[in-house]
């Protein structure tokens, strides 16, 4: 059957996920996608778009081009130019340990702070996101866009109390992201590897149960008077202390 994009148009992520798809926009997350081995049903690409790219890779799915009007439509939204893709979900891993350090997300609701905090896990030398309850889709779109395509690669897995207190009990060391009287600033804090990251929700971060788990509370030092920063700053902020693995990043010349 030829590749029809037209049927995705306007369709909301949730019914999109119900057919066990998924959106991809733009050269880099499908780039990301085709590297991870991801399934692509079909691409479509706007007036003026730049095809060299697609040399560089094996295509094996159908290619249409379509004018500014078209792309928008099925994009829902003004879409200036370049390709989106239509491709198979892949299903979330069941998590396996290798050592090294893990995030692990707890209520991030917002699809692109999930997509960024992968996104910044991925940059800081991460082996894996552990994704809790309440946590956004990591391949709705937004999630898709801010972590540019960084879904695709790190090992992305469910997480719930019990898989948490498990790991716990395994001997990982779990450190909770918290503004808690009893936290350590970052600095003060070593971990040990294995280590679990464990961030909560922007409004109201970690439940009292999941921070019992932790053997440590940690909390970044700030100006008097600011007592919080977004999510993914504070996520970003903490893996890059904690994670530890900086001889491993490469420089700039």
């Known amino acids: 059957m030829e590749f029809d994009p037209s049927q995705f148009s306007n369709l909301k992520d949730k019914d999109v996920a119900q057919?066990?798809?998924?959106?991809?926009?733009?050269?880099?997350?499908?780039?990301?996608?085709?590297?991870?081995?991801?399934?692509?049903?079909?691409?479509?690409?706007?007036?003026?778009?730049?095809?060299?790219?697609?040399?560089?890779?094996?295509?094996?799915?159908?290619?249409?081009?379509?004018?500014?009007?078209?792309i928008s439509r099925i994009a829902g939204f003004h879409f200036?130019?370049?390709?989106?893709?239509?491709?198979?979900?892949?299903?979330?891993?069941?998590?396996?340990?290798?050592?090294?350090?893990?995030?692990?997300?707890?209520?991030?609701?917002?699809p692109s702070n999930v997509g960024a905090l992968i996104r910044s896990a991925a940059g800081l030398g991460a082996a894996g996101v552990l994704l809790g309850p309440g946590c956004a889709d990591p391949y709705y779109r937004k999630a898709l866009r801010a972590s540019m395509g960084n879904v695709f690669s790190l090992p992305l897995s469910r997480c719930d109390e019990a898989a948490l207190s498990a790991l716990a009990e395994s001997g990982f060391d779990l450190a909770a992201a918290t503004l808690a009287p009893a936290a350590l600033p970052l600095s003060e804090y070593s971990p040990k590897r294995p280590f679990v990251l464990v961030v909560g929700n922007e409004g109201f971060g970690l439940p009292a149960d999941i921070i019992d788990i932790c053997r440590g509370e940690v909390y970044i030092p700030m100006t008097p008077g600011i007592d919080s920063l977004n999510v993914v700053v504070a996520g970003g902020i903490c893996m890059y202390e904690l994670f530890g693995n900086r001889t491993d990043r490469i420089r700039r010349p």
């Open 19 to 70: 057919m066990g798809l998924m959106v991809l926009e733009g050269r880099i997350v499908i780039e990301k996608a085709i590297s991870g081995d991801v399934e692509i049903l079909g691409l479509v690409r706007s007036e003026g778009s730049d095809e060299d790219w697609l040399a560089t890779h094996e295509v094996n799915f159908s290619v249409k081009r379509v004018d500014h009007a078209e």
């Open 80 to 110: 200036h130019h370049g390709s989106i893709a239509i491709a198979r979900r892949p299903e979330l891993k069941p998590f396996a340990a290798n050592g090294g350090s893990y995030l692990c997300l707890w209520n991030v609701a917002d």
